[in-house]
């Protein structure tokens, strides 16, 4: 239980996907300017990065591997990744169509989103069991969820202070997530 804890904690707070390894940067900087938006992603990303996290640590375990076919992985990984974040877009447009609209383009660029198969890729590099692959994969849904909707807030408080006409928009943005990372960094002495 205390090592799951830690995989979650360390996948969260201390790994930050985008923050440390700038995973998930593209929705991390183009949905966080509205906190309902990010909100929404941070929920779809976390069901899909968690889902897909169990379902290709079995496609690796179960298929891949007794196959020899790893050679495979990257590509089979994409395609369960597609499966899933389509399935989830179906949904999200049935049962939430207002979130679908805000969402617009990024939902289904989830599938392209390099935290998710970043995530899966890092799982079985570090040859994790599967409910470490899982916990690792909810942990890091988690720590994305967390950095986007922190920046969101960051960004809508920007918008009415009173920024220099050269760090307007993007500069300023670029700014504020660098010093989130220097922040997350205070993370790195937990469990010491």
Request: a neutral charge; aromatic letters at 8%.
């Amino acid at each position: 239980m205390k090592e799951v804890l830690l995989i979650l904690l360390s996948a969260t707070l201390v790994n930050n996907f985008v923050l440390t390894r700038f995973l998930g940067v593209c929705p991390f900087m183009g949905v966080s300017q509205r906190l309902e938006t990010a909100v929404g992603m941070a929920m779809a990303v976390t069901y899909v990065l968690t889902l897909t996290s169990a379902a290709t640590w079995m496609l690796n375990a179960y298929i891949l591997v007794p196959l020899s076919a790893e050679h495979l992985r990257l590509m089979a990984f994409i395609v369960l990744i597609a499966v899933v974040v389509q399935m989830t877009e179906i949904l999200v447009r049935h049962f939430m169509p207002a979130l679908h609209r805000a969402m617009g383009l990024f939902l289904p660029l989830i599938t392209t989103n390099c935290a998710v198969l970043g995530v899966t890729l890092l799982n079985v590099g570090e040859q994790l069991g599967f409910m470490a692959a899982t916990v690792q994969g909810f942990g890091a849904s988690l720590g994305f969820g967390l950095v986007l909707i922190v920046f969101a807030g960051l960004r809508d408080r920007l918008d009415g202070c009173d920024v220099p006409e050269a760090f307007k928009g993007t500069p300023i943005a670029l700014i504020t997530a660098g010093i989130m990372a220097m922040a997350f960094l205070g993370f790195d002495g937990m469990g010491r």
